[in-house]
């Protein structure tokens, strides 16, 4: 039983760390510098801000899945797992869609905010102990 407890907390903690750091580095970076960089395309709205906030939760949810995945069975560090699974993420969005047109503007800028959550992440990981 107290395995079961010691499990759920860790997960319980890898996915608030995750949840807070997608919405870190992508809604309160990334929003208000796309919204600066691109006012026409990306205003910087209340309807912009909560369309991010539910999306990077969702990456969020993903991001804590497979970090935790990688956590328990392939063994790993949680600073590999979260930065390897923050890599797979950011790679499964955008090599399709550069395949479409390529930004590298776009893309330089969300690695940046990808960055910025594994950061986020680590500082997290050192004050959650």
Avoid: E, H
């Amino acid at each position: 039983m107290s395995s079961n407890k010691a499990r759920n907390k860790s997960f319980l903690r890898i996915l608030v760390q995750s949840l807070l750091a997608s919405n870190i580095g992508y809604t309160v970076f990334l929003l208000p510098l796309l919204g600066y960089i691109f006012p026409k395309r990306i205003p910087l709205t209340l309807m912009n801000i909560i369309a991010f906030t539910v999306v990077d939760t969702m990456a969020g949810l993903f991001l804590a899945g497979l970090a935790y995945l990688f956590i328990k069975k392939a063994k790993l560090k949680k600073s590999s797992a979260f930065g390897i699974s923050i890599v797979i993420l950011w790679a499964l969005y955008w090599i399709p869609a550069s395949l479409k047109s390529l930004n590298l503007l776009m893309i330089g800028l969300d690695g940046l905010a990808a960055l910025i959550t594994w950061l986020v992440i680590l500082v997290f990981q050192k004050i959650w102990k």
